[in-house]
């Protein structure tokens, strides 16, 4: 199952994906010089019965184009958004975009919740759901990647959400990226989003 976060930059897209599976999905020098996601990055949570893939996209409207490559073949997706900041423009573009690919759920993480006060973070979830009412039937979940509040309920609900792959039609596998490694050659990555005669 993938699942893919979007937002606005600095919104904390990538610490929250390091608090859920403990894996830092920026890897390039340039990203980790900058603090700024560019490429797509990904991070893996194995469960018991299924492992979760999460695609972290960049935030920041000049890569706007790293961020359609990533939702190829994507099962679910969590908006993310700053409970000190509230409302951005990536924001309302990711969600725009979301929108448009008829996400089966988005899931509405406000982030940084101990940079916020409760009014602070009541407001910003008033605001989501006022300016886009559909937010209204999505689950919230409040959490901050510095202290661990919501991280587990978080982890919880995304291991029970349903398998949404279609296992019944022709195989078809979007691609994320092509690049050479010396003395292995091309490597293609992405995501299978349907397949058949497959049961794992």
Known sequence: MIIVTSGHVDHGKTALLRALTGTNADRLPEEKKRGMTIDLGYAYLPLQEKTLGFIDVPGHEKFLSNMLAGLGGVHYAMLIVAADEGIQP????????????????????LTKADKASESQINEVKQSLIQQYPFLAESPFFITSAQTGQGITELQHYLANLPELADRNKPFRYAIDRIFTIKGAGTVVTGTTFQWTGCNQ
Do not use: K, P
């Open 90 to 109: 990536q924001t309302a573009e990711h969600l725009a975009i979301l929108r448009l690919l008829h996400f089966e759920q988005i899931i509405v993480v």
